[in-house]
């Protein structure tokens, strides 16, 4: 039997006990927003779920405007053991990681080569600090390009399986029904199985439009290319996800920051305590003692007319409204089947070698 190779990476992610990359051979296919429904729905699942979103599209980051983290006041906070995810809810069931987090403007372009991709990858993987997940999601740019063979080659300890830890990185591909996405689909799928990645399936997205008006649906990007492929190159086919209308208002409002993440309503509220510290500081004992001491005013804590808390996770409670959710449940139950399945017939393997 093969022993598992130790790197920082593998001891980083020794704590997560799924990984799932997800893929596109073309851009525009809606790979982003498919990783972050595929993490909500994941969520969904079991209320007890911890999920990771990686966001490895190191020159066009997009997943924290998506999950409503896309202020400068979400920041990555560095621990001593390592980096802090920003987190989207209250619970933390869902962290981020992104270059985004890190850029002093979040317009600045990232122009860097390939060593530098590189480097950010690594630590991306070795210092930040998930601690127990039951899955992460990792964001790819599209295409294969030096993040996917980065990636790769430092998730490669992982790849070995043990009986404690029956399970390797997966993968999903993302593409849309029409001919010019699916060859390039064909072209991802073919490095996977050069660099040995398992694909668990294939997600057709934007297959159809449902008019909201009368229900009609029309095939804008055809129908169905998706699942031929999927059958031809024997991969298993996941489901099909049409263009839905109130999805797309959903992540417009997260992105104009109406409906913001955890991570943007604590650093905007502890920059209000320390402004109110500062009033506080220099105002009068009597002010003081009005205020209760804290400078808060009356919608603060310590009074007892503050208004209730909001809901834990306002974005997943929206987009459990969206039909999209339901499609992308069925496709999460699919997945998590054949990696289960997969875990099943890899301990079954190990176990008869060692007799």
């Known amino acids: 039997m093969t022993e598992a190779i130790e790197t920082p990476v593998s001891r980083r992610l020794a704590s997560v006990k799924n990984i799932v990359i997800v893929l596109s051979g073309k851009g525009g296919v809606g790979k982003s927003s498919s990783s972050v429904q595929l993490a909500l729905s994941l969520l969904a699942l079991n209320p007890t779920n911890r999920v990771g979103l990686l966001d490895l599209d190191i020159t066009g980051p997009s997943l924290p405007r998506m999950v409503g983290l896309d202020d400068p006041t979400a920041t990555v906070h560095q621990s001593s053991a390592g980096w802090v995810p920003v987190y989207v809810d209250q619970e933390r069931r869902l962290g981020v990681m992104s270059i985004g987090f890190l850029l002093k403007d979040r317009g600045d372009s990232v122009v860097w080569r390939g060593p530098k991709k590189d480097g950010m990858i690594r630590q991306f993987l070795s210092e930040v600090r998930w601690g127990e997940l039951d899955y992460l999601v990792v964001d790819t740019p599209p295409g294969t390009s030096d993040e996917h063979i980065s990636l790769l080659t430092h998730l490669h300890p992982l790849f070995t399986p043990t009986l404690f830890k029956p399970t390797t990185p997966t ?15 064909i072209k991802s799928l073919s490095f996977t199985r050069k660099l040995s990645l398992p694909v668990m399936g294939l997600v057709e997205n934007m297959a159809g439009y449902a008019c909201p008006c009368c229900g009609e649906i029309s095939d804008t990007f055809g129908r169905g290319g998706g699942e031929d492929l999927a059958t031809r190159e024997g991969v298993g086919f996941l489901g099909r996800v049409p263009i839905d209308t109130v999805l797309v208002g959903l992540l417009d409002a997260v992105s104009k920051g109406e409906l913001k993440g955890q991570g943007v309503i604590e650093a905007q509220a502890q920059a209000q305590v320390e402004v109110d510290q500062q009033h506080q500081s220099g105002s009068a004992a009597e002010s003081s003692i009005q205020t209760n001491g804290n400078g808060s005013g009356d919608d603060q804590n310590g009074d007892g007319n503050q208004s209730a808390p909001g809901p834990a996770f306002p974005l997943l409670d929206r987009y459990l409204e969206t039909t999209s959710a339901k499609v992308w449940r069925t496709i999460a139950e699919k997945l998590l089947e054949k990696i289960e399945s997969r875990k099943v017939d890899i301990r079954r393997r190990l176990e008869g070698q060692g007799e």
């Open 171 to 185: 993968s999903i591909l993302i593409s849309t029904p029409q001919t010019t996405a699916l060859n390039d689909t």
